[in-house]
């Protein structure tokens, strides 16, 4: 009952945080929402910050699991497709934090993710990069991402394949 009560507060803090913003959701509206006292929430979540955390580290984790699981010489189309499910899977979360810039402060997430941008762009094209190839990667990369948040309600089948062929043409693939 308690791990059902607390995905259960996750839900709904996902969902107002991605409408509302983090800093303009009070935890006594989440509360409500559920219909549970505040008690009953600081019970499973001591702060905001803790629910938030909790929200935000299982991109965090899949993210670095895919990043690291990612072989060189990965064939380019398959390391994009790929890039975009493990995104894809995430995206209220990252719509909640484009909505909120702060949010990337949460597990110090800005850094991580231009981090994994940066190994996923020598995968794709190698360590020795030209100016023109890293504009071109980080086109790529951070287009699949932002398809995930421009169209975060559209069917995943109707927005994978033009994102990833949007990408691979970035890179200059056909």
């Known amino acids: 009952m308690s791990s059902d009560t607390k995905a259960r507060i996750q839900a709904v803090a996902r969902e107002l945080f991605a409408q509302q913003g983090v800093q303009n959701t009070s935890l006594r509206q989440i509360s409500e929402r559920l219909g549970i006292t505040k008690p009953a929430l600081y019970y499973h979540f001591a ?13 965090v984790d899949d993210c670095e ?14 390391l994009l497709e790929d890039y975009f499910d493990v995104i894809w899977k995430h995206r209220e979360i990252i719509v909640m934090v484009v909505r909120e810039m702060s949010t990337l402060a949460y597990l110090d997430l800005g850094r991580r993710m231009f981090e994994w941008r ?20 980080t086109v790529a990369l951070g287009g699949l991402a932002d398809c995930t948040v421009e169209y975060a309600n559209l069917p995943l089948e109707e927005v994978k394949p033009a994102a990833v062929e949007a990408a691979a043409a970035a890179l200059g693939l056909k």
Request: net charge positive; with cysteine.
């Open 118 to 137: 940066r190994v996923l762009i020598c995968l794709l094209i190698g360590p020795e990069l030209t100016q023109e190839q890293q504009i071109r990667a």
């Open 65 to 78: 699991r895919f990043v690291n699981a990612c072989e060189p010489g990965i064939e380019t189309r398959r």
């Open 47 to 59: 702060s905001r910050d803790d629910l938030v955390r909790s929200i935000v580290q299982p991109m």
